[in-house]
C-alpha cells in the first residue's frame, strides 16, 4: 500500500532506507500508519523491524526516504505527541519507581498525573522500589507507563512482552487494549502470534528489510492461506470416501485434509457417518502466514 | 532551552551520586585517605630522600651505635636516612636493587664505602660523604641565608594538588565514564525518546558534577583542617572561586570524552591516557620545576596545571584574584571549547 492511499494517516513513511555499510537493514519501504490503529509490525528476528521503527520513531536517521507526521516532517512537537518503549531499555540507577515516572514527566509540556498512570500500569504496590529491585513484568509495566506518560497521540511498542510469562503477558494486553480503547494509534512489533491477532488492526510482515505483505489479520490469512486442516482418526474414516474438496494424506494414526472449502468437508464426513466428536479442525494463523511468506518460523 | 527539563536531570544525576552509597562514601574517603596518610608521613619535617645502608649491623643493634666512624656533619644531615644491613652481601644487593644509594662498612678506617655507578642518588651521597670527610677550606666563598617570611610544609603544598587530582578523577570518571555507560545500557536513548535536548542534558551534566564537585571539596577540606590545620594564606573566597572554574573545566573535558562511544573499557582507557599524564605533569605530588622546558611547555595543556598554580598562588603565597586570573582566563576559555567540542560531537546512541 502506498502512503498517498490513506485518507487520514498519522504518521506517512515513503521509500525509506537505512543502510549499515553493505547491509540494507531497510531496503525501500513506504506504509501509512492509520490515526487510532494498532499497526502490527512482524517479523524475524534480523529483519528490520527494530531498525524501522527506530527511524519512524526518529531515534535513528534513515539513509534515505521521507517520513512525514501529521502530514509535515517531524518536528520538535513530535517528541510532545509520542511515547515510545523501546526493546531493551536500563532504567536511571537509585531511583525509585514513582520518582522515575516523577523525573520523566516533568521532561513533557503535559502528562498524566503520576498517581494516576501508576493506578493504571499496576504499579502502586511498587512505587517505592528502586528500579532495580522490580521484577521483569513490573519493570516492563513501569517502561509502558513511561511511553504513556505524555499522553501521547501515537505509542510505540517494541516488542512489549518478550520474556514476560504467559499470566504478565496478558496483564500487559489488558492495558495495550486500554489505551487502543482511548483512540490512540499504536504501533507495534512483536513475536507473539497471539499478542499481534488479538491487538492489531493492521498488520506489515517485514523480512530482509522489505514489507512482503500488509493488510488486516483475516485478509492476510484469507488471502495467503486460505486452506484449513481437518484430522480425522483413521479408524474413522471411511474406506471409500472421495473428498471432493480436498487433498487428503496419511499422517500416524490420522488422515488429514487440506480443504479451501472447510463447511464442504465437513458435510461430506458427517454424510458418510463419521462421529465428529474426533474430528480437529485447524484454521490458518497468522503464524501460517508468515511460514509460507517468507519459508521462516515468527521466532527464528 | 527549558529549566524545568535540565533541572529534572540535574536533580536526578545528584539524588544517583548520594543514594550510589558506596560511590558516594569512597569519594570522600579516597582523598581523605590520601591527605591524612601524607600528612602523618611529612608532619613537620621531610622525607629523607637518600639512603645510606650500613653493615654489619645486628638486629639488636640499633645503627647509630654503628657510624661512630663517620663525621658527625655527615651522620647528623637530615636528608639522609640510615639503614642497617647484616652483612656486606645484603648491602650489596640492596645497592644493586637501588634499595639504598650507598653502603658503608661499621668501624673501617679509612671508611671503607660501596656506591653504584648507575645510580645518581649515590653519586650525591658519595659526595656527601666525601666532602664531610675532608671539608674543604671553604673560607668566604659562600653565605648562607635563611629564607625570610613564608616557610610552608610540603603538606601544605601537597593538599591543593590532592583536591586537584580527587576533582580530576570524579569529573573525568563521574561524566565521561558514566554517560558511554548509559549510552551503552540505553538510558540515553530512553531521554532521547523525549523532549529532552542534548544542549539540556549536558549542561544538567555538567551542574551536577561541579555541584558534587563542590560539595566533596568542601567537606574534605573541613575534614582535613581539622586534622591537619593547614595554613591558608590566600582567600578562602578566591580559592573557592579557582576550585569552581576547574571544576567546571574538568567535566567539560568529562563531556568530551562522553559524547561518543558505546564501551566502557574502551572509555576507560582514554580516561587513564588524560588522567595518567595530567597528574604527574600537572605537580599534584611534585614539582617539575628542573624539568626539561618541552615538558614544562606540554604540562599546560592540562586544565589540573592551570588549577593547581592558581590554587597554590592563592593558598600558599597568599595572592589575590588578580595574580590568578591568567589560569582563570585559560580555565574559562579551555572550558568553553571543550563545551562546544563535547556538544558538537555528543550523540546519544552512537
Known amino acids: 500500500m502506498r502512503a498517498t492511499d490513506c485518507a487520514d494517516p498519522l504518521m506517512e513513511i515513503i521509500d525509506v532506507e537505512k543502510h549499515y555499510k553493505r547491509l540494507r537493514a531497510v531496503d525501500g519501504v513506504s506504509l501509512a500508519i492509520w490515526r487510532g490503529s494498532c499497526f502490527g509490525l512482524l517479523g524475524p528476528n534480523g529483519a528490520g523491524k527494530t531498525t524501522l521503527i527506530e527511524v519512524i520513531e526518529d531515534i535513528i536517521a534513515p539513509t534515505a526516504g521521507t517520513i512525514l507526521y501529521k502530514g509535515e516532517r517531524r518536528a520538535a512537537q513530535f517528541r510532545q505527541e509520542v511515547g515510545i518503549m523501546f526493546q531493551q531499555t536500563a532504567l536511571l540507577s537509585f531511583l525509585t519507581v514513582a520518582e522515575t515516572l516523577e523525573t520523566f514527566s516533568r521532561l513533557y509540556d503535559t502528562t498524566e498525573p503520576v498517581a494516576r498512570l501508576m493506578k493504571r500500569c499496576h504499579l502502586g504496590e511498587v512505587k517505592n522500589q528502586l528500579n532495580d529491585k522490580i521484577s521483569g513484568g513490573q519493570k516492563q509495566r513501569l517502561l509502558l507507563a513511561l511511553a504513556l506518560l505524555n499522553r501521547p497521540e501515537l505509542v510505540f511498542l517494541d516488542e512489549p512482552s518478550t520474556g514476560l510469562d504467559p499470566q504478565a503477558r496478558r496483564n500487559l494486553w489488558e492495558i495495550i487494549k486500554s489505551v487502543k480503547s482511548q483512540g490512540r494509534t499504536i504501533v507495534l512489533t512483536t513475536h507473539y502470534m497471539e499478542e499481534a491477532e488479538k491487538l492489531c488492526d493492521d498488520i506489515a510482515i517485514m523480512d530482509q528489510g522489505r514489507i512482503i505483505a500488509r493488510g488486516a489479520p483475516q485478509d492476510l490469512i484469507r488471502t495467503h492461506c486460505k486452506r484449513a486442516t481437518l484430522s480425522v482418526p483413521k479408524d474413522q474414516f471411511p474406506q471409500k470416501i472421495d473428498i471432493r474438496h480436498g487433498f487428503c494424506r496419511e499422517r500416524g494414526n490420522r488422515i488429514q485434509i487440506r480443504t479451501e472449502n472447510v463447511n464442504a468437508v465437513v458435510g461430506q464426513l458427517l454424510s458418510n457417518g463419521v462421529d465428529m466428536r474426533g474430528v480437529n479442525v485447524k484454521t490458518p494463523t497468522l503464524e501460517d502466514v508468515f511460514l509460507k511468506l517468507t519459508g521462516r518460523s515468527l521466532r527464528e | ?350
Open chain 2, 1 to 350: 532551552m527549558r529549566f524545568k527539563r535540565l533541572w529534572a536531570i540535574f536533580n536526578t544525576r545528584n539524588r544517583e551520586f548520594f543514594r550510589d552509597r558506596e560511590a558516594f562514601g569512597w569519594n570522600f574517603l579516597f582523598p581523605f585517605l590520601i591527605i591524612l596518610g601524607f600528612g602523618v608521613i611529612f608532619k613537620g619535617d621531610y622525607l629523607s630522600p637518600f639512603k645510606v645502608g650500613v653493615f654489619p649491623v645486628p638486629h639488636t643493634v640499633s645503627v647509630a651505635q654503628s657510624i661512630d666512624n663517620l663525621p658527625d656533619s655527615f651522620t647528623a644531615f637530615k636528608a639522609i636516612a640510615w639503614v642497617g644491613v647484616e652483612n656486606r652481601i645484603h648491602g650489596v644487593e640492596k645497592l644493586k636493587h637501588h634499595k639504598i644509594d650507598l653502603l658503608v662498612e661499621a668501624g673501617t678506617q679509612p671508611v671503607r664505602y660501596w656506591v653504584s655507578d648507575s645510580s645518581p642518588s649515590g653519586a650525591i651521597v658519595e659526595r656527601l660523604l666525601k666532602e664531610a670527610l675532608a671539608p674543604p677550606d671553604s673560607g668566604d666563598r659562600f653565605e648562607k641565608k635563611d629564607i625570610q617570611g613564608l616557610q610552608i610544609r610540603y603538606i601544605d603544598w601537597l593538599f591543593p594538588g590532592i583536591l586537584g587530582m580527587n576533582m580530576m578523577f570524579s569529573a573525568l570518571y563521574g561524566v565521561g565514564w558514566v554517560v558511554v555507560r548509559y549510552r551503552k545500557n540505553g538510558v540515553l536513548k530512553r531521554l532521547k525518546a523525549t523532549p529532552l535536548t542534548a544542549f539540556e542534558y549536558l549542561s544538567a551534566q555538567l551542574l551536577s558534577r561541579i555541584f558534587l564537585l563542590m560539595f566533596t571539596l568542601v567537606v574534605v577540606w573541613l575534614g582535613c583542617n581539622l586534622i591537619l590545620d593547614f595554613k591558608i594564606y590566600g582567600c578562602l573566597t578566591n580559592l573557592f572561586v579557582v576550585f569552581l572554574a576547574g571544576s567546571a573545566c574538568m567535566t567539560a573535558l568529562g563531556l568530551v570524552i562522553a559524547s561518543r562511544g558505546t564501551s566502557e573499557e574502551f572509555a576507560n582507557g582514554i580516561l587513564n591516557f588524560i588522567c595518567w599524564p595530567m597528574m604527574f605533569l600537572s605537580e599534584v605530588w611534585f614539582s617539575i620545576e628542573g624539568a626539561p622546558a618541552w615538558l614544562k611547555t606540554s604540562a599546560k595543556i592540562f586544565p589540573l596545571t592551570h588549577v593547581l598554580t592558581a590554587a597554590r598562588k592563592v593558598m600558599n603565597e597568599g595572592q589575590g584574584l588578580l595574580a590568578v586570573m591568567p589560569e582563570l582566563g585559560i580555565l574559562a576559555t579551555m572550558t568553553l571549547t571543550f563545551l562546544l567540542v563535547g556538544a558538537a560531537l555528543f550523540s546519544w546512541n552512537k
